[in-house]
């Protein structure tokens, strides 16, 4: 698996993440919030199964 998101993409799911499954918790306390793992490990991983579908690549090119 190569990287692809960048810097910015990833801190965003992260944060996206941890919005979601705070739901869980606090607010609503709904399951609904367990989709935050998906953006959550995206991000951590650094790799988007979706961006590699549809060809779509966020992290810079290393020279």
Known sequence: MTKNEGTIDRV???I???VLLS???IGPQTMWG???IVPLATGL???CPLYS???INT???KN
Request: net charge positive.
């Open 45 to 47: 991983i650094g790799f």
């Open 12 to 14: 965003l799911r992260v």
């Open 23 to 25: 739901l869980v918790f």
């Open 34 to 36: 367990l989709i935050g």
């Open 53 to 55: 579908i549809f060809g």
């Open 59 to 61: 992290c810079p090119m």
């Open 16 to 18: 996206a993440g941890l």
